[in-house]
C-alpha cells in the first residue's frame, strides 16, 4: 500500500526533526527512503510551498516528494490527489488535517493521523544474535565441576 503523507503534519510530530529547521524537508525524504526501503512501501508526501511547486529532486523511484506552489498548500494538493486516485483501496494519507482525512475516508482510504504514522518510521531495534545471547548466558559452576573441568583440560582424565 502506497502512502500520501502530509510531510509538515508528519515533522511536527518526529522527535529528530524540527519544522524550524531549514532542511527539515531534506530530513523527512531521507527519513522516508530507509522506512521505504525496509517496508518495500512507495511515499508520496507533499509539503507547503516550494519554490518552484511541483515535483522535488529530492524524489527517488520510492519516495516522491512535491511541493505545493505558492498559490496553493499541501492540504489542497493532498485532497486533489486523493479525487484522482483510482485504487482507493491501495493508499493510506497521513495527515492530521481534518478536511485532508476526511476526503480520504470518503474514498474509501485509510486515513490515519501523523503520530501514529510517525511510531512506524523508527527504525525497528536490532535483534540480538544468537552469539549474543550464548555471552551472555550466566553461567554457573560447582567446584567439583570446576576440579572435573581442569582434570580434563589437563589430561588428567
Not at 507547503?48 to 516522491?64: A, I, W, Y
Not at 493521523?113 to 553461567?139: G, H, M, T, W, Y
Request: glycine share 6%; aromatic share 6%.
Amino acid at each position: 500500500m502506497p502512502y500520501l503523507i502530509d510531510g509538515h503534519n508528519l515533522i511536527g510530530q518526529l522527535p529528530d526533526i524540527s519544522l524550524d529547521d531549514p532542511d527539515d524537508e531534506a530530513k523527512l525524504v531521507q527519513k522516508l527512503i530507509g522506512f521505504a526501503a525496509r517496508t518495500h512501501k512507495r511515499c508520496v508526501v507533499v509539503f507547503d510551498q516550494g519554490l518552484p511547486g511541483g515535483r522535488s529532486r529530492m524524489s527517488t523511484s520510492q519516495v516522491e516528494a512535491i511541493f505545493a506552489s505558492s498559490r496553493s498548500n499541501a492540504d489542497r494538493v493532498m485532497i486533489e490527489r486523493i479525487s484522482a486516485v483510482k485504487d482507493t483501496g491501495q493508499w493510506i494519507v497521513v495527515s492530521n488535517d481534518n478536511a485532508v482525512l476526511h476526503a480520504a475516508r470518503q474514498r474509501k482510504m485509510k486515513a490515519i493521523k501523523s503520530i501514529d504514522f510517525a511510531a512506524q518510521l523508527a527504525p525497528p531495534e536490532p535483534k540480538p544474535r544468537r552469539d549474543d545471547k550464548e555471552r551472555q548466558a550466566d553461567v554457573h559452576l560447582s567446584p567439583d565441576e570446576i576440579e572435573e573441568w581442569l582434570r580434563i583440560f589437563e589430561g588428567k582424565q
